[in-house]
């Protein structure tokens, strides 16, 4: 029989699949000894089977009674009793934290019996169990019977006012005791039925309903954004109330074990007096730092610094925490692993390094080349003149500019009109996803750093500073007032996420230190910090680089055509470039010498033309192989469709025509027209390109290398170490290369013979065709090398067009779960993936030592690395800018594999 209900004693923190984070990690805490509520987890076996057959398993009923019995006997109350009643929570938990996105239902069990017991034991607080049966019907009549929740609010602020009053708590016990008897007529109306009076009846609707929950849009949306699969279910974490809100002594909290968004060591929180856990969360009333439990009850607050303690050592990473206090008592409510910023994330990984909680092996893994690129981000300029209009709290760091929108649909529009927009709100709540998605940075007046809009923006990697209380917002009138000044939808302004900073006006951004870092070095960029802060971020990148450098095995090369990129390469580590498109240097000022070239009449006229490039590119080699030398450069001969060099023929049609109709005669704009009228493709991305336009022109491909030879002998006589490769693109077929490669090397020999320097030059072949690939191992016989174009892999294997289909139908395809991410950013493993294993396969059993590498986008995208190592190429190349990503994501590949470079 299926078990779909575990008791939190019964599993552990390593079944996320299972049981759900949250429920994973309170059977942790409950087995490592922490003061747990008692409570009970049905699993996402079951969420997946009501999912599929739009019913639950007949085993679950059962299954749910015998936990309910353990936790009655555990707990000495009985569900449904009406002297001594029990009252559990329901909550969702996926294995990924979803943070606010699915549903949660709190006093389950209360009823208009069970409410005296209620009243015995809380002390006779009748306002308390008032207000928490009102809580329940509120959270059950939206929740689980889908009444619209501002039938509720509406009421409740109905009640207020007539009692000329502004806070829930001023409400009294009878204020409460009325609302109760108005939202079941709520109910009553918009049903038709009764609240569920019968306390089991009332959890099986729970449960269904955060089934249900996983499917909601904004579930669905933040799912596609944090590209978690949609299939995967929720768990439900079943469990015994306890109550922040019984009185003063009473309160509930919210804490991380170091700071999330600097990574400085000691706790960091937010504590509500005499509040339920969802007040912290929703921002809704602002909250005290915790340090203040430590003078309102320190019994508890040093049980809670310990427990923290003893968490982090646990789990060996800074974990988040929610925590209750009743009547004085502690309960730990949630943990998991915090999530942080980039720099908090390399912070803590070097603090918990040094204090020996962590090897460097795992410092690794606890960064990403995602949180990398976004250190190497600029931030503001410190010395820049800029108005200061208010601060508030560094909720996740960067530095934005944009225009004000002051909600979800106008942060939405604007962004599809091209602005760069700053989301200002008095707080955030799950239905802005849209627009904190749209915007480039987000901003409030209300809530702390664990408020909904600081949680959800430091997922996501927008800047935020939150609880900015200066602001008056004004959401209806498009207005926030600070300092007097009135600021207005459209008005710019900078807000700096890692100081809380917010300035008027666009406010100059400078470089991060980190690039200057890898651009200048560590010196240089240590001398540049303005802060220990930044200091002990620098050297936790340099230390974390250094190690990765020794861990991996592939090697990280760039894409780079001019020394400027080569030089910009070398400092951000590569090893070399994997692709030079020797294509850029034949566009500008030089395009008329190549549309010479394939427009000549005769071959007289088109070798004139050679001989004027080839000096021209002679000098563009050596000034590369000089800024990469003693590294190897993959130079790869012409490659781009024929168009891309040729005069637009529709152009050329106008002006024919308006000569025409003016009776003008303008012969050499008909031969032109003639010629690349002959010349034109429908579909020149699949048409006479790379070899096959080698083929066609010979010359054009001699040309370029007798420049590569040419270059490389005068790198030699300068006393230089070039190291150049020569890469023939578009290949399909062997005899394609033999061709080609036995002209080039009689051309290399002719240079070697000329110059009496000796010249060995490897030549090998991209593999950006599905026919290379299968063929790989006929291929290898005439090749030096590989290297693997994925980009025009992926558009011949999928029959994509690279230059069209983006922008014409990735969305659709993307919302209707095709693919997740577009195949052109990160690798379609089954796929395309599947032909470069081929391709690597092939190649190495007709030579094992083939050097494989990849020189398509993908090979600067994370995952896609990792599936790189997983293959065994050799090494990536991607551009400058994400050298250092692949050279920390290639060592992250291998030690996720459990490998040891140095084994
Ligand atoms: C490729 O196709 O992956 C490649 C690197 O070449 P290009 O992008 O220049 O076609
Ligand atoms: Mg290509």
Not at 580 to 604: C, K, N, P, Y
Not at 735 to 740: C, N, S
Not at 867 to 888: H, N, Q, T
Request: aromatic content about 6%; overall charge negative.
């Amino acid at each position: 029989m299926t078990k779909y209900v575990y008791m939190f004693s019964e599993g552990n923190k390593d079944q996320k699949d299972l049981l759900g984070g949250k429920g994973a990690n309170l059977a942790e805490m409950t087995n490592i000894g922490l003061p747990v509520p008692p409570g009970f987890i049905i699993t996402t076996d079951a969420c997946r089977y009501y999912m599929k057959n739009d019913d639950v398993p007949a085993q679950l009923a059962e299954q749910v009674t015998e936990s309910v019995q353990k936790v009655e006997q555990q707990m000495g109350r009985t569900f449904g009793d009406p002297k001594n009643p029990l009252l559990v929570s329901v909550r969702s938990g996926a294995k990924f934290s979803m943070p606010g996105m699915m549903e949660t239902v709190l006093n389950i069990g209360l009823n208009d019996e069970t409410l005296a017991g209620i009243i015995e034991m809380s002390g006779g607080n009748e306002r308390f169990a008032w207000d928490s049966y009102r809580r329940l019907l509120q959270m059950f009549g939206k929740t689980v019977l889908e009444i619209d929740g501002d039938k509720f609010a509406d009421a409740l602020d109905a009640k207020k006012a007539a009692r000329g009053i502004v806070n829930d708590p001023d409400l009294t016990a009878k204020d409460l005791s009325e609302l109760v008897d108005e939202f079941k007529a709520i109910i009553k109306e918009e049903t038709g039925e009764d609240f569920p009076q019968d306390a089991r009846t009332q959890l099986d609707m729970a449960v269904v309903a955060v089934f249900n929950s996983w499917n909601t849009e904004r579930a669905i949306i933040y799912r596609k954004r944090e590209r978690i699969a949609d299939d995967l279910g929720t768990a439900v974490n079943v469990q015994t109330m306890v109550y922040g809100n019984l009185g003063e002594k009473s309160g509930t909290g919210v804490c991380f074990t170091r700071d999330p968004a600097t990574g400085q060591r000691g706790v960091y929180g937010d504590y509500l007096e005499n509040a339920q856990g969802e007040d912290v969360v929703a921002g809704i009333r602002n909250t005290l730092p915790l340090a203040a439990l430590e003078e309102l009850d320190k019994k508890s607050y040093d049980e809670l610094l310990a427990n923290l303690q003893r968490l982090e050592n646990h789990y060996r990473d800074m974990c988040d925490i929610e925590f209750t206090v009743e009547n004085g008592k502690l309960y730990m409510l949630q943990t998991r692993i915090g999530k942080r910023t980039a720099a908090a994330a390399f912070r803590i990984a070097v603090h918990m390094l040094d204090d020996g909680l962590i090897s460097e092996d795992e410092a690794l893994e606890r960064v990403t080349g995602a949180q990398l690129t976004s250190l190497m981000f600029p931030q503001f300029d410190a010395d820049a003149d800029r108005e200061l209009l208010a601060k508030g709290m560094a909720a996740s760091p960067g530095a934005a500019v944009g225009e004000i929108v002051f909600d979800s649909e106008q942060a939405v529009e604007r962004k599809g009109a091209g602005a760069k927009v700053i989301l200002v709100r008095r707080e955030t709540t799950p239905d802005d996803l849209a627009g904190m998605i749209a915007a480039a940075g987000i901003l409030t007046s209300r809530g702390g750093k664990t408020s909904h809009a600081a949680v959800v923006a430091r997922g996501m990697g927008t800047t935020a500073v939150v609880g900015a209380e200066a602001l008056l917002i004004n959401a209806e009138a498009n207005t926030v007032t600070v300092k007097g000044k009135v600021l207005r939808k459209g008005d710019v302004i900078s807000i700096d996420g890692g100081t809380g900073e917010v300035f008027a006006g666009d406010v100059p951004v400078a470089p991060s230190n980190v690039t200057r870092y890898f651009e200048e070095g560590l010196d240089a960029a240590l001398e540049a910090v303005s802060d220990e802060g930044e200091r002990e971020l620098v050297t936790a990148v340099h230390r974390f680089m250094t190690h990765a450098d020794e861990v991996r095995r592939m090697g990280v090369r760039a894409n780079a055509d001019t020394p400027e990129d080569a030089r910009r390469a070398l400092a951000f580590g590569a090893e070399g470039i994997g692709l030079t498109r020797t294509e850029h240097m034949f566009l500008g000022d030089r395009r008329e010498m190549v549309e010479h070239v394939i427009l000549a009449d005769s071959q007289e006229e088109r070798d004139a033309a050679f001989n004027q490039l080839t000096p021209l590119q002679r000098g563009d080699f050596a000034g590369i192989l000089e800024a990469m030398d003693g590294q190897p450069v993959t130079i790869r001969l012409i490659d781009p469709p024929l168009h891309e060099f040729l005069p637009d023929l529709t152009s050329l049609a106008v002006k024919r025509a308006i000569n025409e109709d003016h009776g003008i005669s303008a012969p050499e704009i008909d031969t032109l027209y003639t010629a690349v009228n002959r010349m034109h493709e429908a579909n020149p991305m699949l048409g006479l390109r790379g070899v096959r336009l080698g083929l066609k022109m010979p010359g054009l491909f001699d040309l370029q290398v007798r420049a590569i030879a040419e270059a490389c002998v005068e790198r030699i006589q300068a006393g230089g170490d070039p190291q150049p490769e020569i890469m023939v693109p578009l290949v399909g077929d062997v005899k394609e290369l033999t061709i080609v490669r036995e002209r080039a090397q009689a051309t290399i020999d002719k240079v070697a013979e000329e110059s009496g320097v000796e010249l060995s030059i490897p030549i090998g072949a991209m593999m950006e065709l599905p026919r290379a690939a299968v063929t790989s191992a006929v291929l290898a016989e005439e090749s030096d090398f590989f290297s693997f174009g994925t980009n025009d892999l992926t558009q011949t294997v999928w029959g994509f067009s690279r230059d069209d289909v983006e922008g014409a139908f990735f969305t659709e395809y993307m919302d209707a779960g095709i693919f997740e991410v577009s195949p052109f950013e990160s690798i379609d493993v089954q796929g395309v993936g599947e032909l470069v294993r081929q391709g690597v396969n092939g190649s190495r059993s007709t030579k094992p030592d083939m050097k494989l590498g990849v020189c398509g986008e993908h090979g600067g995208d994370p995952d896609s690395i990792h599936f790189f190592e997983e293959v065994g190429l050799d090494y990536v190349s991607c551009s400058p800018f994400r050298v250092p990503i692949a050279r920390l994501e290639a060592a992250r590949a291998m030690i996720e594999a459990g490998m040891d470079a140095s084994a």
